[in-house]
């Protein structure tokens, strides 16, 4: 890291902070039983994943966060996440490069290491990185999301994108196949070769080079352009679940926008000259809103929604663009069929919108289950089973009912599943582990500390990191009794408890007053659900194919 411009930032050294953590951990260990050991008592399973923004989208920052697997449910805490770096740059910064390549070759080092806490023989083994989609193809070495084989976690293409019946895995049978560390540093060592031949340099930005450069890497059905700076850990990457479901609802919304934007009609649209509150009550965009507003209580997107609408014109009608939190996301499990049901039934409705929105609806429902699922650490084999049926579901309601899908459908729909059932076998529990939930909590935890500070933005990071010693390591120590450190960990050979706020599904879904989908019902009957549209529609996503009597109404 000598040749990289310096940036302001704090960090611990690796080696002196796990130990630090298991210090700790088995000094609450003493009072609380919280700690699980996989496989060998005395392996701490690590953690190890930045991300930008800590302090809001409109700073340029990144932080790198530690955690151990061992606490299982307490990973989806902030107070189990732990600052290792700090630095006021972007996550994928020439620095952060060198940083990230830096700390995995320090990791492989001290898992060959054995260790005295406490009078315990203690290991450390690195097995999850949870970070975003961005940072992941950036320190795997790879080229960006938008090129044709736009997967971290298999090489599925554009061109495969859309294939019903399609699977991710490593058998003969398998459509497509995660990759692996040898296949890309093979493939990396052939991208090498193919520059020093064209006398392209090594991270040249032209665009003419980069044209030759990225049709190659596709020619040979890759991705990969540099060694990973992961290192071998780039094999523990794995699909990240809050994000993932942020993405899909973000698409969901703006799909059933844009269809209540068509229904509403461009006339009625010009006449409102930017004003919402000028559309007819009953219009589908009024409708729309008012759901956001009223039922579900997603203020902060209907204002958002509010603003886009009364600059669209002014600004070339751009598309709206906002995006989801874990907020939003628990919102729309919960209500999305009232938004469907308001759509359905808007005077004027056509068949053909009538079919997309009740397929919105199936959609949403199939999202819904699968998200419950695919969030959880505790999970069965029976759950996986069900975590598979509905993630195809969702993917074929994608494909053959909305006529798209996207990288995070062809994730949720392909790789999740998949990852989901490797890890299960491997460690005995879900992609909860892998969740970014806790981490992203952090950062409002972290942006709180910075407004402490009182040395300005440049020297904050190491008052953030002396707040945070405190708060969550020094206190512990000292106070190792307090309950309230058992919360969010399943303490001892108890059985895992769920905790209300964070169900997916709602609770008046299993009410003999209200369908699964969440809709009350009239006269024992779903206004969607038990539709004929409805019924046609989950039959289609169930064959993999559409029925003929939806096959005219979608052309």
Request: proline share 3%; glycine share 6%.
């Amino acid at each position: 890291m000598v040749n990289k411009p310096p940036v302001p930032g704090c960090y611990r050294p690796l080696e002196n902070h796990l130990l630090q953590l298991a210090d700790m951990y088995l000094t609450l260990n003493q009072y609380h039983k919280i700690l699980h050991w996989f496989n060998e008592e005395g392996t701490f399973l690590v953690a190890l994943g930045a991300d930008g923004a800590p302090f809001g989208k409109d700073e340029t920052a990144t932080a790198f966060l530690i955690s151990f697997l061992n606490i299982l449910d307490g990973v989806q805490s902030c107070n189990n996440n732990f600052l290792l770096m700090g630095v006021n740059c972007d996550e994928t910064d020439p620095l952060m490069f060198a940083y990230t390549n830096h700390l995995f070759q320090e990791m492989k080092q001290i898992e060959g290491k054995k260790y005295k806490v406490k009078g315990k023989d203690v290991k450390f083994q690195c097995k999850m990185i949870p970070s975003d989609q961005k940072w992941i193809a950036s320190m795997a070495g790879e080229l960006n999301n938008a090129a044709k084989y736009f997967s971290s976690y298999g090489n599925v293409s554009k061109d495969d994108l859309m294939t019903i019946g399609g699977t991710l895995g490593i058998g003969p049978d398998s459509t497509w196949k995660p990759w692996n560390y040898e296949r890309r540093l093979k493939d990396a060592q052939a991208v090498s070769d193919f520059k020093r031949k064209k006398k392209i340099e090594e991270f040249s930005k032209n665009r003419n080079d980069r044209s030759k450069v990225t049709t190659f890497i596709s020619s040979i059905g890759s991705r990969q352009e540099f060694v990973p700076y992961l290192e071998m850990y780039v094999d523990e990457v794995k699909p990240e679940p809050l994000h993932n479901t942020n993405n899909a609802w973000q698409a969901w919304n703006s799909d059933i926008l844009t269809s209540a934007m068509k229904m509403t009609g461009n006339q009625d649209l010009a006449k409102a000259n930017g004003n919402i509150d000028a559309l007819s009550r009953q219009s589908a965009l009024a409708k729309y809103l008012s759901c956001l507003e009223g039922t579900m209580k997603a203020t902060r997107l209907a204002k958002n929604v509010r603003k886009w609408f009364a600059e669209r014109n002014e600004k070339s009608n751009k598309n709206f663009q906002y995006r989801f939190t874990g907020k939003e996301s628990k919102i729309f499990c919960w209500y999305f069929a009232y938004l469907c049901k308001e759509l359905k039934n808007t005077t004027g409705i056509t068949q053909s919108m009538l079919c997309h929105v009740t397929s919105l609806a199936y959609s949403g429902l199939c999202l819904r289950n699968s998200v419950a699922l695919y969030s959880r650490v505790h999970i069965t084999e029976a759950d996986i089973d069900t975590l598979h049926k509905q993630c195809e579901l969702y993917f074929n309601c994608q494909v053959l009912m909305l006529g798209k899908t996207t990288p995070t459908a062809w994730t949720i729909g392909k790789a999740i599943p998949y990852y989901t059932s490797e890890l299960h076998k491997e460690l005995g529990y879900g992609l909860g582990l892998n969740s970014m939930q806790g981490r992203e909590a952090k950062h409002a935890r972290l942006s709180s500390y910075s407004q402490n500070t009182t040395r300005g933005k440049r020297l904050r990071w190491w008052q953030i990191f002396k707040h945070e010693y405190m708060e969550t390591i020094w206190l512990r120590l000292h106070e190792p009794t307090n309950l309230s450190y058992r919360r969010g960990c399943v303490v001892g050979d108890e059985a895992p408890r769920p905790v209300k706020k964070e169900l997916y599904i709602p609770s008046w879904c299993n009410s003999t007053s209200f369908c699964y989908c969440g809709l009350p019902l009239l006269e024992a009957k779903c206004d969607i659900c038990n539709s004929e549209m409805f019924k046609l529609i989950k039959e289609s996503c169930e064959n993999g194919k559409v029925n003929g009597l939806l096959k005219s109404i979608l052309k």
